[in-house]
């Protein structure tokens, strides 16, 4: 698991969601623990032995580790506590997102493709400084039946079954928020309905799109 965390962290590199020591990625390692990237170590540094171990059940942010959990630990261990099906979550400051995400502007269903992140809406979390219980609980709101959102001022957030899934529906909300930004500077587009956006997603349901875990 430490490799696969390291190995996704130098993708979302290499597929320019994040840049330096940007973002941050988390992966349950079994019921009770979960791995956090390092403070301030960019991928290209990043080694498997540098993560840190935390308990999903303390809320002081304990970790054993050589070097400390990211600063945002908090929002990846309650999204994880909250939603028991999830097992990874992934944070990034991908352009488009991070646009939009100051603009405080969601992106509604311009494309069908919304519909692998369980609603017709990516939805904005409200803002709150980095690391505190305040951006915790925004986020955690925001991603109620959801599996990503913008965050206010800041980037991006997705989650999944898996960390594979976590980190290709975080290259989807990326590539939503490039075609809305551009679509805006056309003066906006067609709008997908509710009702044909919960048909796309029942169609998923059997095309592999929704429902893998690891």
């Known amino acids: 698991m430490r490799e696969a965390v390291v190995a ?24 009770d623990r979960v791995l956090v990237t390092p403070s301030a170590v960019t991928a290209a540094e990043l080694e498997p032995e540098m993560l840190a171990l935390m ?54 269903a311009i494309h069908y493709m919304i519909a692998a992140f369980g609603g017709p809406e990516i939805r904005v979390a409200g803002y709150a400084r980095f690391g505190t219980p305040e951006l915790s609980a925004e986020v955690v709101a925001a991603m109620e039946g959801r599996l990503g959102c913008l965050m206010a001022n800041h980037g ?3 989650a999944a079954g898996d960390l594979t899934r976590a980190v290709w529906l975080a290259g989807e909300l990326e590539a939503l928020a490039h075609q ?28 592999g799109v929704h429902g893998r875990r690891s």
């Open 55 to 108: 308990a999903l059940d303390d809320p002081d942010g304990g970790w054993e580790g050589p070097l400390k959990p990211s600063s945002e630990w908090r929002f990846h261990l309650d999204l994880l506590r909250a939603r028991p099906e999830l097992g990874a979550v992934v944070h990034t400051h991908a352009p488009f997102s991070t646009i939009l995400a100051i603009a405080r502007r969601p992106i509604p």
């Open 180 to 207: 809305y930004v551009h679509l805006l500077q056309i003066g906006g587009g067609h709008v997908l309905s509710d009702a044909e956006i919960a048909e796309t997603a029942a169609a998923f349901s059997g095309y």
């Open 156 to 158: 991006m957030l997705t």
């Open 8 to 31: 996704q962290v130098k993708a979302l590199d290499r597929m320019g969601l994040n840049r330096a020591a940007s973002g941050n990625v988390s992966a349950r390692l079994d019921a």
